[in-house]
């Protein structure tokens, strides 16, 4: 890791690598994670809001590094809470 990834990181709190997959192994993993999406029940699932100007959501997007963890943006839903976005 060179020191402007390392900077980078201590200053804005994540890094980025490049070149750590090929570009066939980036499609296998979009694509897996596509069909993961679009199996997805929404109504089954505990999906949160995750609205940062009403309250701040941190351990729960945080935690989501370590397990699969959806969240909606606040304007996702309309007042009825109907999903009015793309998956």
Excluded: C, H
Excluded at 12 to 19: E, H, I, L, Q
Excluded at 22 to 50: C, G, H, I, R, S
């Amino acid at each position: 890791m060179d020191g402007e990834t390392i900077k980078n990181f201590w200053m804005n709190g994540y890094a980025v690598f490049k070149n750590v997959y090929d570009p066939n192994t980036v499609k296998v993993m979009k694509d897996e994670m596509a069909n993961f999406v679009d199996k997805f029940d929404l109504q089954k699932e505990n999906v949160e809001d995750f609205e940062t100007k009403k309250n701040n959501r941190a351990n729960y997007f945080l935690d989501s590094a370590w397990q699969m963890k959806p969240f909606f943006e606040e304007d996702a839903k309309d007042k009825d809470g109907k999903l009015i976005v793309d998956k």
